[in-house]
């Protein structure tokens, strides 16, 4: 019995326990013939009605098909497993900003709202066997433009598209009202933690300037760092404080090593960081750097442009003492760049004739230009983490894999076959799975050890998913959508009985039904579920 209309598909699982059926609306039933009185569990996710179900024979994993993708989706069943269901926090606000805590249990988020309205920062417990309700943190605050957790897990800062001060948060006392850190300027278009925690970096560039901060949770405390001759601190007030002669650039690199700054005469200085402290000795200043302007930093802090005359250099501040790389002057139209973990690789994007993206060979002190066919097929690029690959989101729904090799022209592979632009994407910190949001609102997971499986279908958003964000512990993928919703999903497993071994959600796919084309109806019932 069902609402759904006609049947488009039906199974019975293999211990006879229960029958499964897809129907006109789009849905799933399954029954327990146990308790056959009961309503059925309604499945919904499909674009159309199913073509095919089966069941794994342990009866834990439902699989599915529509018939209008090259690719199955996964349901759990069991009690306790989870799996790829969602715990779901509805609300009222538009949400699209988020942050892990460090330890991957909490979820801080928040985002856009009316002007005249106050949008409430919250947190939820990222547990998979619960459905907490979310905590409000803060309700004081206009239009969020990001969140972060500082990497010692200490810190929560909010910044705000609207002239309002940036937010510091302790984590260990979340009750307690917050650290506030005025304006330089406009509103801070560039904020980072440095990796210990021990700083904090603000920046805009609206007004070319930046500010740099000595974090102590101890004192509940966030101190402007007085350098001199570069930045001068005024205290207007107990706990608020007011930096003049902010330079145009502070950055801290990954090793927090080094700290580079730049004055707004734009002198570039460079100093050594040593146990938390600042040692100022101009003879740490190479000449070339002495003598040139900061004109782009990469987001992790470790690269510069330096542009001095009619030359263009590319800095590694990891090593800043050593000789930089030679830039072709073509590349100081780069609005922003990044490069591979192994410093073999670079990226660079223009706003040239619209968008334009660059592959650049490092190598003897100079960069040399690799083409990248298809390129124009895909907004966004990111390095893979072993520096072997360039990954491509694109605009067709589709992932795009260039293998790095010696090559001066590069073709993609293609991963997928989604029919929406991929929005967002991430690789685990195995290597071994990509996950890809796309406007449609749907979440996969693409296998990069095998290139020709269709990818896994781990859920949807009724709308366009505006923010994704993975773990830190790589167990859990957060996603806000359009739909007002923050969807947790759990990546992970555990493996074998008895053990502490984790498998990954693309392996658990394998062990239930591989269904990629309709034909499969006709397959024998005793082959279905593997």
Known sequence: RSDGGSISALRRSPDSRHLIAGYEDHAIRVWDLRQIEEDPRVLYGHGAPPKFVSMSQQGGWLVSTDGTEAESRLWPLLTGMRGIEPIVVSGNESWDVMAFSPDSQSVFFGGSTQ????????????????????????DKYYDLLSLQVSPDGK??????????????????????????????????TSVRFSNDGKWLILASHHNHSAGLFRMDSAQRSAKPAEIEG?????????????????????????????????????????????????EISEDLTPDYLAKSRIALSSPDGRWVFAEQDQSLRLVDLANPLDAPIELPRTLAETWQFKVSRDARWMLTETLEDGHSSGLWKLAAGTAEPVKLNDQQRSPDFDFTADSRSLVGWGRDGKVLIWQLTDDRELTPLELGNGNSRIRFGIETADGQCL??????GVVRLHDRRDLNRNPVTLGTHQGRI?????????????????DRKLKLWRLWKPGAEGTDRLRPLIELARTVAEVSDPSAVDRPEETSGQ
């Open 115 to 138: 002007p005249d309205r106050n949008a409430p920062i919250l947190s939820v417990r990222a547990e998979s066997s619960s459905r907490s309700d979310p905590k409000e943190i803060h």
């Open 155 to 188: 810190w929560i800062l909010a910044v705000s598209h609207y002239l309002s001060p940036a937010l510091l948060f302790l984590t260990a006392d979340l009750a307690a009202d917050p650290i506030e850190i005025p304006l330089l300027g406009p509103p801070y």
């Open 230 to 278: 570069i930045q001068q601190v005024e205290r207007t007030q107990p706990g608020r404080v007011r930096i003049s002669l902010a330079p145009r650039t502070v950055i801290i690199e990954p090793g927090n090593k080094w700290l580079l700054t730049e004055s707004a005469e734009s002198k570039v200085r460079l100093w050594r960081i040593s146990v938390g402290e600042i």
């Open 435 to 440: 996950i890809t949001a796309d406007d449609s």
């Open 466 to 482: 505006l923010a994704m964000q993975i773990s830190p512990d790589q167990e859990r993928l957060a996603t806000l959508g359009t």
